[in-house]
């Protein structure tokens, strides 16, 4: 049975305890997107959680908002040249790995990835994993790995200078493509 629980929150809601599954619309026009909130809880026969799949976003009982579980996280990784960022200007570093995210993404716009990615509803909560390699060698080694594996990137080289300063995946699934970026170190 669904009631209305405005007294509980802040904004109206949905409330179905046989499916704890709630729904909350905002109050404010410019903020008018239906949120489908989830509380997760544990099946006493089987002992598995139970969640829905087909809910926008999820939120636990203390109001923190999860990601979905049933939907994969496309993600898009650009890697640094470290000796860059230690010799060259930040901003200038900062414009390689634009130049190479924006490139990855253009040369692959027609991809399913690339079109979920940039679709309106998630252009707002991009995905993206920045890292960094020692140098030009490290850089060159993990492109031609990354070429080997059929997996699609961009590899920036800055001209007319001729130098390679980074490069950027097109947006995967992360469970695709994270085994090859395990052993690089954030970028700091």
Known sequence: MLSLLSARLSVPAIYSS???????????????K???????????QMNLSTESSSAISFEN?????LKQKDEEVVVQYV??????IDSWPLGSVV??????????IW???????????????????????TLEVKGETQLF???????????AHKLWIEQPENI????????YPKSAVSSFFKKLKLCK
């Open 18 to 32: 046989a499916s704890k599954i709630r729904v909350r619309v905002s109050t404010f026009p410019q903020f008018s």
């Open 34 to 44: 239906i949120k489908v909130l989830q509380s997760h809880y544990r099946s006493k």
């Open 61 to 65: 009982d203390n109001g923190v908002e």
């Open 79 to 84: 890697v640094l040249r470290r000796d860059l």
């Open 95 to 104: 414009t390689q790995g634009c130049h190479a995210s924006v490139s990855a």
């Open 107 to 129: 040369s692959y716009k027609d991809d399913n990835c690339t079109i979920d990615y940039c679709s309106p509803e998630k252009i707002g909560s991009m995905h993206k994993v």
């Open 141 to 151: 080694n993990l492109s031609q790995k990354l070429t080997a594996s059929d997996i």
């Open 164 to 171: 390679p300063t980074c490069l950027a995946t097109k947006p």
